[in-house]
């Protein structure tokens, strides 16, 4: 079985500022790793997918992640963050080669203030 | 292609009462999956689809919950004799299948049932 742990539930972060989400997975078997944001009240929107490959992952909107299969880790990161990037963050991963269902983390409230 | 829509996109019900939600995928896409997401939480893994076959069911998805996919085309997902513990945002989301694409699943704008 799978578990995702996002590490905080809150980050408060300043217009122009860096931030980095942390997430952490556990997992027997490898693994496919996601990041997704939500706006209130909408669905998921995909942000960057790690399926094999390089390690640094690039998505939209200026996010990177790093998959670190020895810290089990797939931390999101921008460094400069947006007031319109205020959302809900969710990392999710997936047993690799099944397409199979995804499990998701608590996710993580980013807020940017001016 | 418009993506995957969802209808209704809110629901208030009374307890007890049956109610069915709607999910068309991507037209493409042969993988269907549903989730439940509360407030203040992660969506979690509901059911999902190979084309019509139900290959998966959670444990959360108890005997009141069912799901179909007629023509593995769009799908339904009917409560019946709702709680107020089912009240959640109820998110679809579709996929290519192995060998037809990349993964990655598409998700829909959900449809939040409210139980009173």
């Known amino acids: 079985a799978q578990s995702v742990t996002q590490l905080d539930s809150q980050v408060p972060v300043f217009e122009e500022a860096p931030v980095e989400l942390r997430c952490n997975y556990s997992?027997?078997?490898?693994?496919?790793l996601f990041w997704y944001v939500q706006y209130p009240n909408q669905g998921l929107q995909l942000l960057l997918k790690y399926l094999s490959g390089s390690t640094l992952v690039k998505g939209i909107n200026g996010f990177e992640a790093e998959f670190n299969k020895s810290q089990t880790s797939f931390h999101l990161r921008k460094p400069s963050v947006h007031i319109s990037d205020t959302a809900e963050y969710f990392c999710a991963v997936s047993p690799s080669g099944g397409y199979n269902k995804l499990i998701f983390g608590a996710g993580t409230r980013l807020a940017v203030h001016p | 292609d418009t993506g995957v829509s969802q209808d209704p996109r809110h629901k208030i019900t009374k307890r007890g009462q049956n109610v069915t939600f709607r999910c068309d995928p991507i037209s493409e896409h042969n993988r269907l999956y549903w989730y439940r997401q509360t407030l203040g939480q992660g969506p979690e893994f509901l059911t999902y689809f190979q084309n019509e076959a139900q290959l998966e069911k959670s444990r959360l998805l108890s005997d009141r919950f069912s799901a179909e996919r007629p023509k593995g085309s769009f799908s339904t997902l009917e409560i019946q004799r709702t709680e107020q513990g089912d009240s959640a945002m109820y998110l679809c989301a579709s996929s290519p299948s192995p060998g037809q694409g990349p993964y990655e699943q598409y998700f829909g704008p959900g449809t939040r049932l409210t139980v009173t």
């Open positions: 997992s027997s078997v490898s693994v496919y």
